[in-house]
């Protein structure tokens, strides 16, 4: 019985390595899709990477919010080195300025 067992999973780990590229090939953006919030006044550097920023953006927007503090709407984040009304643009829908950061990847790649 074991020894089923151990061959069933053994099985079916080889159709979830096979299946996973293929899925993504055919459904693109089903694996790993990012969802949650990023509070721009208490992210880290991870959450922003997450959201497709550089590392030197990241590091400039957690400067300018230690050198002039929180920052009163996403639109301030215009303020810092590096960031552009497009890079702004793009993860828009994840930005808040209250609540908890909470950023996660949901969909079969998780």
């Known amino acids: 019985m074991k020894r089923i067992i151990v061959t069933a999973l053994g099985y ?12 993504a090939q055919y459904y693109p953006g089903l694996e790993n899709q990012l969802t949650g919030e990023v509070n721009i006044n208490n992210a880290g550097v991870e959450d922003f990477l997450k959201l497709g920023l550089t590392a030197e953006q990241s590091d400039n927007i ?3 919010r ?4 929180a ?4 639109d301030d984040l215009l ?6 009304q497009a890079d702004i643009d793009k993860i828009r829908s994840y930005l808040r300025t209250e609540g908890k950061t909470h950023l996660y990847y949901s969909g079969s790649g998780s």
């Open 79 to 84: 303020k810092v080195e590096g960031i552009s």
């Open 12 to 23: 079916a780990t080889a159709l979830l390595v096979i299946v996973s590229p293929v899925c």
């Open 71 to 74: 920052f009163t709407s996403v």
């Open 66 to 69: 230690g050198i002039n503090g």
């Open 62 to 64: 957690l400067r300018f």
